[in-house]
């Protein structure tokens, strides 16, 4: 059975930092891109961070940008999103997803959730100002 599970959100105030973990099971980890997403109250889903299966193809939404970093320990089957410098407009659910790694390239490149394999279920972020 397989299984992508998120932790680590929580209540920061603005100018804060949180890490995210994303741990998966059930499924071959190091053959798979991983994408980060979020959706905050009324908007769409949009995707914020992707890293390749090597760990080599990185991409951010310039929202995040420079503020968000994404790595994975393919030894732990884990991925993780280091947020720094929170705003506000940072407060959603934050949802991983992995996609066979065939096309990383234009996966990561465009951070659509197309054609995602497997989805977490959520952890929520909410940034206070």
């Known amino acids: 059975q397989w299984q992508l599970v998120e932790s680590g959100g929580g209540l920061v105030q603005a100018g804060g930092s949180l890490r995210l973990s994303c741990a998966a099971s059930g499924f071959t980890f190091n053959d798979y891109t991983i994408l980060w997403f979020r959706q905050a109250p009324g908007k769409e889903r949009e995707g914020v961070s992707c890293m390749n299966s090597d760990g080599d193809i990185t991409n951010y939404a310039d929202s995040v940008k420079d503020r968000f970093i994404i790595s994975r320990d393919n030894a732990k089957n884990t991925v993780y999103l280091q947020m720094n410098n929170l705003n506000p407009e940072d407060t959603a659910v934050y949802y991983c997803?992995?996609?066979?790694?065939?096309?990383?390239?234009?996966?990561?490149?465009?951070?659509?959730?197309?054609?995602?394999?497997?989805w977490g279920k959520g952890t929520l972020v909410a940034v206070s100002s």
């Open positions: 997803a992995a996609e066979l790694s065939y096309f990383s390239d234009i996966t990561c490149g465009s951070l659509s959730d197309n054609g995602m394999d497997y």
